[in-house]
């Protein structure tokens, strides 16, 4: 049975590499316009584009959900629910001793944290694998309302936990393949064995592609995604003047509000953090 589910799986793959390069121009396309309404929300003074949370949703979501309290914290995170990423590339590990730690707080379905992603890959991996940067990766998910009932936004962070948790060189790869093959919002999103599939063309092996595909990733994470996420949500520090957001980045645990979009304004933001006057 497990082989008849990782060969499906791996046909699956294969139809969705088939369709990368469409999947990269329609990403493309949405990096310009939100790049677009990024610079108009700067002329307007509105600061950079991002998803509010709709406290109202999240609040009526997790009237039933179990709060942090109730579930068991997943070991490959941090103290604070993040996932962090050293020199190395593998989830659970940690930059040099002076590294900055520099977390983002993703929405998978969010299409300002694929842009964000677009933006910012190149320059986090140079400081990263330079070992000036600890990247701390914060699944949570407050667009559920966006993917027709199918709770994506939960199901995609737990993918990526389980995926950290029992492929920890793969899990960058992942990362990135999530937001290169990002559904569009109002849609019925991605289910859990093309999830799955997304996995494996990441480099994630075959049993842990097939435990994601089989809803154990779901099983065994949703209920922390979803209470981790209504706790991130009411942190005070995390907070802008609409609330809580996706894209949100932190700098050495400072709230960093500064132009993704621009070239070079993330190492430098990492460079004023870290004391040193290089651009």
């Known amino acids: 049975m497990a082989k008849s589910s990782s060969n499906t799986n791996k046909q699956t793959a294969r139809q969705l590499s088939a369709q990368m390069r469409q999947d990269a121009a329609r990403r493309e396309k949405r990096f310009r316009l939100i790049s677009i309404g990024v610079l108009v929300a700067a002329v307007l003074g509105l600061g950079i584009a991002a998803v509010p949370i709709v406290k109202g949703y999240l609040d009526e979501k997790n009237k039933s959900a179990p709060t942090l309290g109730d579930v068991t914290r997943p070991s490959v995170v941090n103290a604070d629910g993040g996932i962090t990423v050293g020199a190395d590339g593998a989830a659970g590990s940690t930059g040099g001793a002076d590294a900055v730690e520099v977390a983002t707080y993703v929405d998978y379905m969010c299409p300002a944290c694929g842009a964000f992603e677009d933006a910012t890959v190149g320059q986090m991996?140079?400081?990263?694998?330079?070992?000036?940067?600890?990247?701390?990766?914060?699944?949570?998910?407050?667009?559920?309302?966006?993917?027709?009932?199918?709770?994506?936004?939960?199901?995609?962070?737990?993918?990526?936990?389980?995926?950290?948790?029992?492929?920890?060189?793969?899990?960058?790869?992942?990362?990135?393949?999530?937001?290169?093959?990002?559904?569009?919002?109002?849609?019925?999103?991605?289910?859990?064995?093309?999830?799955?599939?997304?996995?494996?063309?990441?480099?994630?092996?075959?049993?842990?592609?097939?435990?994601?595909?089989?809803?154990?990733?779901?099983?065994?994470?949703?209920?922390?995604?979803?209470?981790?996420?209504?706790?991130?949500?009411?942190?005070?520090?995390?907070?802008?003047?609409?609330?809580?957001?996706?894209?949100?980045?932190?700098?050495?645990?400072?709230?960093?509000?500064?132009?993704?979009?621009?070239?070079?304004?993330?190492?430098?933001?990492?460079?004023?953090?870290?004391?040193?006057?290089?651009?």
């Open 125 to 279: 991996d140079q400081l990263r694998e330079a070992g000036l940067v600890t990247l701390v990766v914060q699944p949570v998910a407050i667009l559920n309302r966006y993917s027709q009932g199918t709770e994506f936004s939960t199901r995609a962070g737990a993918a990526a936990v389980y995926v950290a948790a029992n492929a920890p060189e793969q899990f960058l790869a992942f990362h990135t393949a999530m937001f290169a093959n990002q559904p569009e919002e109002n849609s019925k999103a991605l289910t859990n064995k093309e999830i799955g599939a997304i996995a494996l063309t990441a480099g994630v092996p075959a049993e842990v592609s097939d435990a994601i595909a089989s809803d154990k990733a779901e099983d065994e994470y949703a209920d922390w995604i979803d209470a981790q996420t209504a706790d991130v949500a009411e942190r005070p520090e995390l907070q802008s003047e609409r609330g809580f957001s996706t894209p949100t980045v932190t700098i050495a645990g400072k709230r960093w509000d500064g132009n993704w979009t621009v070239e070079g304004a993330l190492v430098q933001a990492v460079n004023e953090a870290s004391g040193s006057t290089e651009g």
